[in-house]
């Protein structure tokens, strides 16, 4: 499909946010988070309005580029047009934490196989695996109310997430917040990898739980094994593994 490019009609700012996040849709397709056309990665662009990309409704997360990203006002306007619309759940679910985040430069959001497990049990995730140690201190859960596409349910989500990093969709999925496209990625790497690890892990034996003593102090911890790069620490090893495959999501 031919797509326009945008590269000289928007600003070296938002372009540069615009391959950053069309890497980030490249990445979640390539690690299997997919499914088919239905979730959302938004990134907020910075300055004053309150403005932001999300896929455009009816690609598939391998065929998005830059310039087929849709920008839109916190109504749904689109603000560049697009010959794409906007899915209105996902709209629903991002566009009201950005409203009330202003650290949300990234909001991801997947209904992969083992995420919807996890969602879907009592417990939540569980304390069993050095993945799920650095999520568990910043997780929080919101119960299912159906699609997402009532706006009564915003103040509940809003709430439920509070100030937290990751976000438990109950019966529903995962979702993560993060002051950067990459940030956010990475987070969404390791809750997804906590989650596999459980629903592997509860098809054998008895679970041995990790010492809470262990979760306290993990953010400096987490600060320690990034070299204090957080996920600048890969996200460029991730770019480079994009184009060796296709850098087309540069377009």
Same mark, same amino acid.
């Given at each position: 499909?031919?797509?326009?490019?945008l590269k000289q009609v928007v600003s070296a700012e938002e372009w540069a946010?615009?391959?950053?996040?069309?890497?980030?849709?490249?990445?979640?397709?390539?690690?299997?988070?997919?499914?088919?056309?239905?979730?959302?990665?938004?990134?907020?662009?910075?300055?004053?309005?309150?403005?932001?990309?999300?896929?455009?409704?009816?690609?598939?997360?391998?065929?998005? #580029?830059?310039?087929?990203?849709?920008?839109?006002?916190?109504?749904?306007?689109?603000?560049?047009?697009?010959?794409?619309?906007?899915?209105?759940?996902?709209?629903?679910?991002?566009?009201?934490?950005?409203?009330?985040?202003?650290?949300?430069?990234?909001?991801?959001?997947?209904h992969s196989r083992a995420g919807v497990a996890v969602s879907a049990q009592?417990?939540?995730?569980?304390?069993?695996?050095?993945?799920?140690?650095?999520?568990?201190?910043?997780?929080?859960?919101?119960?299912?109310?159906?699609?997402?596409?009532?706006?009564?349910?915003?103040?509940?989500?809003?709430?439920?997430?509070?100030?937290?990093?990751?976000?438990?969709?109950?019966n529903h999925g995962l979702l993560v917040v993060g002051g950067s496209v990459?940030?956010?990625?990475?987070?969404?790497?390791?809750?997804?990898?906590?989650?596999?690890?459980?629903?592997?892990?509860?098809?054998?034996?008895?679970?041995?739980?990790?010492?809470?003593?262990?979760?306290?102090?993990?953010?400096?911890?987490?600060? #320690?094994?990034?070299?204090?790069?957080?996920?600048?620490?890969?996200?460029?090893?991730?770019?480079?593994?994009?184009?060796?495959?296709?850098?087309?999501?540069?377009?």
């Amino acid at each position: 499909m031919e797509i326009a490019s945008l590269k000289q009609v928007v600003s070296a700012e938002e372009w540069a946010l615009r391959v950053q996040l069309a890497a980030c849709y490249r990445l979640v397709a390539l690690y299997g988070w997919t499914d088919l056309v239905f979730t959302h990665i938004s990134a907020r662009l910075p300055g004053p309005d309150h403005h932001f990309l999300i896929n455009p409704y009816g690609l598939l997360f391998e065929e998005i #580029t830059a310039s087929s990203l849709v920008k839109v006002d916190q109504h749904c306007n689109k603000l560049i047009d697009s010959p794409f619309p906007v899915n209105p759940a996902g709209f629903t679910i991002h566009s009201c934490i950005h409203q009330v985040r202003d650290d949300a430069a990234c909001v991801l959001h997947t209904h992969s196989r083992a995420g919807v497990a996890v969602s879907a049990q009592k417990c939540g995730l569980l304390p069993i695996s050095q993945q799920s140690t650095f999520i568990l201190p910043s997780l929080a859960y919101h119960d299912y109310e159906g699609v997402a596409l009532r706006d009564d349910e915003k103040p509940r989500l809003q709430a439920d997430l509070g100030g937290k990093t990751h976000l438990i969709l109950r019966n529903h999925g995962l979702l993560v917040v993060g002051g950067s496209v990459p940030e956010a990625f990475l987070s969404m790497y390791n809750l997804e990898s906590a989650c596999r690890i459980q629903i592997d892990a509860q098809a054998g034996g008895e679970l041995t739980l990790v010492n809470p003593k262990i979760l306290e102090g993990i953010a400096q911890v987490v600060k #320690t094994v990034t070299a204090g790069q957080g996920a600048g620490i890969a996200w460029p090893a991730l770019l480079r593994r994009l184009d060796r495959i296709d850098p087309s999501y540069k377009t």
